[in-house]
């Protein structure tokens, strides 16, 4: 069944730039009808939705980090990344990716990874 | 941004307890409303996406309702795996946006 697998460093300084990949498995990126999004949840707190991207590259950001965030897609590697610039102790989290239905679908969630914790720390 | 506020935001029950969580849009959202269960350590699991269909796997206790500002989620009867913590979640538009849990506790 459709696996999804975050992956990159645990511990990133402040000032610099938070880098993660999701790896797809068990299914195509580029299937038509789904997007593929970051969500984050600081210690201790709730959800936060960061954005989206469709396979074509079209992408969908929180106005709260839209001045930070990048999220790209390779299909030829079933992967999607985060880039998170200027990153503060306030961007410590646990960070998810996951897939998220479309219109049909209403949009929700329904695959994530298990998720991967960034400190940001010096 | 669309607010989605949550009640209670803790509760503690019982096995075989009937339970209703409540969520509550700032505008309406017609039924783009989404409830996720979420265990400690473990990423959130959506329980019920369009107000109130159950997604493909999930026991047949758990039914959600509601359309416009407000949604209900109910339990008809509580089992020990229940105990986790909910989310609501607007996708109506962008940013999508979460309730700030309710946490369900063991009486």
């Known amino acids: 069944q459709l696996q999804l697998q975050e992956s990159g460093p645990g511990l990133v300084k402040p000032s610099e730039t938070l880098s993660l990949t999701c790896t797809v498995s068990?299914?195509?990126?580029?299937?038509?009808?789904?997007?593929w999004g970051w969500i984050r949840q600081p210690p201790g707190e709730g959800l936060g939705w960061i954005g989206t991207?469709?396979?074509?590259?079209?992408?969908s950001y929180n106005p709260s980090l839209k001045s930070r965030v990048t999220i790209s897609v390779d299909t030829s590697k079933n992967q999607f990344s985060l880039k998170l610039t200027s990153v503060t102790a306030a961007d410590t989290a646990v960070y998810y990716c996951?897939?998220?239905?479309?219109?049909?679908?209403?949009?929700?969630?329904?695959?994530w990874g298990q998720g991967t914790t960034v400190t940001v720390s010096s | 941004d669309i607010q989605m506020t949550q009640s209670p935001s803790s509760l503690s029950a019982s096995v075989g307890d009937r339970v209703t969580i409540t969520c509550r849009a700032s505008?309406?959202?017609?039924?783009?409303l989404n409830w996720y269960q979420q265990k400690p350590g473990k990423a959130p699991k959506l329980l019920v996406h369009?107000?109130?269909s159950l997604q493909s796997g999930v026991p047949s206790r758990f039914s959600g309702s509601g359309s416009g500002t407000d949604f209900t989620l109910t339990i008809s009867s509580l089992q020990p795996e229940d105990f986790a913590t909910y989310y609501c979640q607007q996708s109506y538009s962008t940013p999508y946006t979460f309730g700030q849990g309710t946490k369900l506790e063991i009486k």
């Open positions: 996951a897939r998220q239905g479309g219109s049909y679908d209403y949009y929700a969630m329904d695959v």
């Open positions: 068990g299914g195509s990126i580029s299937s038509s009808g789904y997007y």
């Open positions: 991207i469709y396979f074509s590259g079209s992408t």
């Open positions: 505008q309406s959202i017609t039924t783009y």
């Open positions: 369009a107000a109130s």
